[in-house]
């Protein structure tokens, strides 16, 4: 049940929104107060932005934060940024990510992110994302082979981590990632649109080698 903090919050965000825009998912954090939405437009471009009384920790989240006080309301931060701020489209190659993040773990694949490669700096470029092949041990999962994945995969990738579609959680010491409430949303929503296409590459997916589709690459 949302408190009435969170409620006051998501008023304050729907009565500021165009007519034909609506929010399609509201989150917030257990431990650091923050709030984060995912809002769509007329056109079903998306725009994710963070709420919080802190700056963001991740150099890697690219989605605007309003940071909150008593001399910035929300209110008067919305009215100031929410025309400046850009829209993003999903394409098919966002939704086919989405998904196969979603069935990997039937195929005993996980993805992590490589943190040899600067995660924590400010380098957006140094994110660099790897899959794995988990088995079971004593009732634990346990990586038993890794290898990364081409640029293509990883650029989308980044794009999903940057606007909060997909994020990490540290587990034995590697960053696990997973989809978080606005990516399934997301995948919900633009079922209709791209479901019947995902199921023809699906099929032809190769788990020991998780890409981006070839054909979508060579359309480009």
């Known amino acids: 049940m949302r408190s009435e903090r969170e409620i006051g919050i998501a008023k304050i965000i729907v009565d500021h929104l165009d007519s034909q825009d609506r929010m399609l998912c509201f989150t917030s954090t257990r431990h650091s107060e923050s709030d984060y939405v ?3 437009n007329s056109i079903d471009q998306y725009l994710t932005f963070r709420i919080s009384h802190h700056e963001a920790y991740s ?5 605007p934060t309003f940071v909150i006080s008593k001399s910035k309301p929300l209110g008067k931060i919305l009215d100031e ?3 400046k701020l850009t829209w993003i489209n999903l394409d098919y ?3 086919f990510i989405l998904s196969v993040i979603q069935f990997s773990k039937k195929h005993g694949v996980v993805f992590q992110i490589d943190d ?3 995660i924590f700096s400010d380098e957006k470029q140094g994110m660099v994302f790897y899959q794995c092949r988990s088995g079971h041990s004593h009732r634990r999962t346990k990586i038993v082979a ?3 994945m081409n640029e293509e ?3 989308v990738f980044r794009k999903l981590y940057a606007t909060s579609l997909i994020s990490s959680r540290k587990t034995d010491d590697t960053l696990s990632i997973y ?3 606005a990516g399934f949303r997301m995948i919900d929503y633009f079922a209709p649109k791209y479901i019947n296409q995902f199921s023809k590459d699906y099929v032809n997916l190769d788990w020991n080698d998780v890409s981006v589709p070839k054909w979508v690459i060579d359309a480009s």
């Open 93 to 95: 190659l966002d939704y």
């Open 38 to 40: 995912t809002l769509l």
């Open 59 to 63: 150099g890697f989240l690219s989605v």
């Open 179 to 181: 989809i978080s409430e």
């Open 146 to 148: 890794a290898n990364g």
């Open 116 to 118: 040899l490669y600067s």
């Open 153 to 155: 995969t990883n650029k």
């Open 81 to 83: 940024y929410l025309p």
